[in-house]
């Protein structure tokens, strides 16, 4: 997986996932996110590159309606999941928050147990019938994240207690745990060091059989290794799209070719 | 030489020093202030300090002493003959120190010159009414042995204030010398400086520490006089509180301690679910705008003193309760009842809890939030299973800090719940707590000694050791259920 196999990246998937047309976002008056269209494919790792404050993660967060929560954020133009606009105002944002899950930049476990971190999502939204129901997807989302061999001695013990990187696969067990569709992550390997960042990465690229995943990251090794797909932000617009290989090779717009080879950003 | 100008001096040395030090700091570096070891105004300073600290050091030290000694020196003149029968050796004394004072008053007016102070005699003189025409009242006749005692007492007085004022201006012209001398441009003025300021802050944080320590020792031993003249059976067990001043009462705490108990219990029952909700509004729900209204609004009710809770209690929520609610439901017709009390006193407890509990729950992370809220949980979930267990431990500290308010609660109970002491479950009967009981036993004509006041001591002692293992319980728990959410 980390080798630097940029061109002939597997990328046949072609069900488009999340369509996102003349997307605007601002915050009271600043235009953060200026007309960006995109369309995200099902069964993808999709990474967002650009340089801080280019509005890849607020743009992440209008996938989920996470901007709801921030009182002066306003969201205009149309995404839709699976052809359903998710700014409809029939959309109930508690429910499309459980189709696309969210991990987020620093590890944020609740205080509780790691069982109960995992057992939350599941619990609220009532998917487990029983207890021993509620322990297998409690199991099955911690193999999922890579953790379970580690925190299987452990489950009563608070989440917080764990290493860091094992605090972010905890949060993505935990996001897996609500069988989502999607899979936001918002620079998840950011407080990690080296190593817990490439059992994340390989995390990322098994969760990619069964998910679409959006990951922003500020590594453009990192986007290089674990995408299929690249967009390339700058200053709220998104400069160019496309795959990983030819973005990272061939870029289109010299903004592109500036920023992977260094020169700004 | 008068205190105050001691002091003035003392201060003026140090001043003078300051601006001596810097100058001979600077001159040893040949006024460039960047070969100095520290900056020009720590060796200021440590001049400064070193002349002041000594000095008014030995003042305070001396002004504590002095007085003992002298009362140690004029004592053996006072033979144990010339103490009358239904007197005390610290009754004489204060005599003594009453004519001293009142002979110095006489100087001081010009009634009397020093040398006629210091050779009046009870024969040829009648102190009294020469004392009594400026403006001294003495309760008797001046004898020959206070008399005599007093002229002592005035000499060594006057001595020691003169020597007091000597040892203290050498100490600070020495400190001066010192420091003056040591000042060079290696000498490390600001480790000193420093050192010497943290010295301070211990002796600060020291005396808040001694005093508590103080204070608690004073209960103490008034308490273990009580238990030396009343059965502590009685006080513990006893069943009846009624103080009987000619002797024999029954002293038993059980009533007051239900009292305190049933009023503050009554009282967290009103402020813990009003409190912690609105906190919960505002912390979570209400908009900045509303919120920065609503919560300085809440928090007035913390400044209005409880003495103006007891009157509302008194004139409008026990005639009410009575009126409304004991009568028809035939409960009683008292207007002051534990429920007044305790209703009253829960609103006042409501800032306490909303106020502790919405910074509380603010402290939480965002982050928490936006976790839960991601994977799809309603705000009220996220609130419930996150938010509040992430700031229980808070929250728990507010509302024990509360209860500790509650018990040690006076006003609002003299007018609300009136002084009855009586074991009663009817809400609506009039009872009293530990601190009414502690006011009114030390009020009025009480002598000293006997049990009906000391036994205030006794109840202050419960009280104190009640809402002390509160507070260590509520700390505890703090510290035990803190939730390591960073």
Not at chain 2, 57 to 76: F, H, K, M, N, S
Not at chain 2, 94 to 120: F, H, K, N, Y
Not at chain 2, 278 to 293: D, F, M, P, Q, W
Request: proline share 4%; charged share 20%; glycine share 8%.
């Amino acid at each position: 997986m980390n080798d630097m196999r940029l061109i002939d990246r597997a990328t046949d998937m072609t069900d488009v996932k999340i369509a996102a047309r003349g997307v605007q976002v601002f915050y009271g008056d600043t235009h953060a996110i200026k007309d960006v269209d995109v369309d995200i494919q099902d069964k993808t790792v999709t990474a967002f590159i650009g340089p801080s404050g280019c509005g890849k993660s607020t743009f992440l967060r209008c996938l989920n309606r996470m901007n709801d929560t921030i009182d002066s954020a306003r969201v205009e133009g149309d995404i839709r999941i699976d052809g359903e606009d998710i700014y409809d105002r029939r959309v109930d944002p508690v429910q499309l928050r459980a189709k696309v899950g969210m991990v987020f930049q620093k590890p944020n476990p609740f205080p509780k147990s790691i069982y109960d971190n995992v057992a939350y999502g599941p619990k609220i939204h009532g998917l487990a019938k029983n207890r021993t129901d509620l322990d297998d997807i409690v199991e099955r989302s911690l193999r999922r994240a890579a953790l379970w061999d580690e925190a299987k001695d452990r489950l009563q013990e608070p989440g917080t207690g764990l290493s860091g990187g094992q605090q972010q696969r905890l949060c993505i067990a935990r996001a897996v745990a609500t069988e989502p569709e999607v899979l936001l992550m918002d620079e998840p390997c950011s407080a990690l060091d080296p190593i817990a960042t490439s059992q994340v990465e390989e995390l990322i690229d098994e969760l990619r059989a069964n998910y679409s995943v959006v990951i922003v990251t500020h590594s453009m090794q990192q986007a290089a290794r674990v995408s299929q797909k690249t967009a390339f932000f700058h200053l709220g617009n998104l400069v160019e799209y496309g795959e990983t290989g030819q973005i990272f090779t061939n870029p289109q717009d010299s903004r592109t070719e500036s920023y992977i080879t260094g020169r700004i950003g | 030489m008068p205190l105050l100008w001691l002091i003035a001096i003392v201060i003026a040395l140090a001043a003078v020093g300051a601006v001596l030090g810097r100058r001979r700091a600077l001159a040893s570096a040949d006024g460039d202030a960047r070969r100095l070891h520290s900056l020009p105004s720590y060796y200021a300073a440590n001049v400064g300090l070193t002349v002041l600290t000594p000095a008014l050091g030995l003042l305070a030290l001396w002004l504590l002493i002095q007085p003992l000694y002298v009362d140690w020196r004029v004592t053996e003149l006072i033979p144990d003959a010339a103490i009358p029968e239904t007197s005390t050796r610290g009754l004489v004394m204060s005599d003594v120190r009453r004519v001293a004072e009142g002979l110095d008053t006489a100087i001081q007016q010009g009634a009397m010159t020093e040398d006629e102070a210091a050779r009046l005699q009870t024969e040829s003189t009648d102190i009294r009414e020469r004392l009594a025409a400026v403006g001294v009242a003495l309760g008797s006749n001046v004898r020959p042995e206070v008399l005599t005692a007093a002229q002592r007492y005035r000499d060594l007085s006057g001595t020691g204030t003169t020597l007091m004022a000597v040892a203290v201006l050498l100490a600070a012209i020495g400190g001066l010398a010192v420091s003056v001398l040591m000042t060079h441009r290696d000498f490390r003025a600001r480790n000193t400086v420093e050192r010497g300021i943290m010295v301070m802050l211990i002796a600060a944080a020291s005396i808040a520490i001694l005093t508590t320590v103080g204070i608690v020792l004073s209960m103490l031993f008034e308490t273990a006089n009580f238990f030396g003249q009343h059965s502590w059976t009685d006080f513990f067990f006893g069943l009846n509180w009624s103080p009987n001043f000619r002797g024999n009462s029954d002293l038993g705490i059980i009533p007051l301690l239900w009292g305190t108990l049933y009023i503050s219990f009554i009282a967290l029952l009103v402020a813990v679910p009003i409190g912690l909700f609105s906190a919960i509004y505002l912390s979570e729900y209400a908009t900045r705008r509303v919120r920065s209204v609503a919560k300085p609004m809440i928090e007035i009710l913390a400044g209005i003193p409880t003495i103006v809770y007891g009157l509302f209690a008194l004139i409008t929520v026990g005639p009410f309760l009575r009126d409304y609610f004991a009568q028809p439901l035939g409960l009683g017709n008292s207007g002051s009842s534990v429920m007044t009390a305790g209703l009253v006193m829960g609103i006042m407890l409501i800032p306490f809890v909303s106020s502790l509990s919405d910074d509380i729950i603010n402290a939480v992370p965002q982050a928490m939030r936006d976790g839960s809220l991601a994977l799809g949980a309603t705000h009220s979930e996220t609130i419930r299973q996150v938010v509040l267990p992430a700031a229980l431990p808070g929250i728990v500290g507010a509302i024990l800090l509360a209860a500790s308010r509650a018990i040690g609660e006076t006003m609002i109970v003299v007018l609300g719940a009136g002084a009855a002491a009586r074991l009663d479950l009817n809400p609506f009967e009039a009872m009293t707590t530990v601190t009414v009981k502690i006011v009114s036993q030390l009020t009025g004509d009480t002598d000293f000694a006997s049990p009906e006041t000391l036994v205030a001591f006794a109840l202050g002692l419960t009280l104190f050791v009640i809402t002390l293992c509160l507070n260590v319980l509520a700390l505890w728990i703090v510290r035990r259920y803190r939730e390591q959410y960073e």
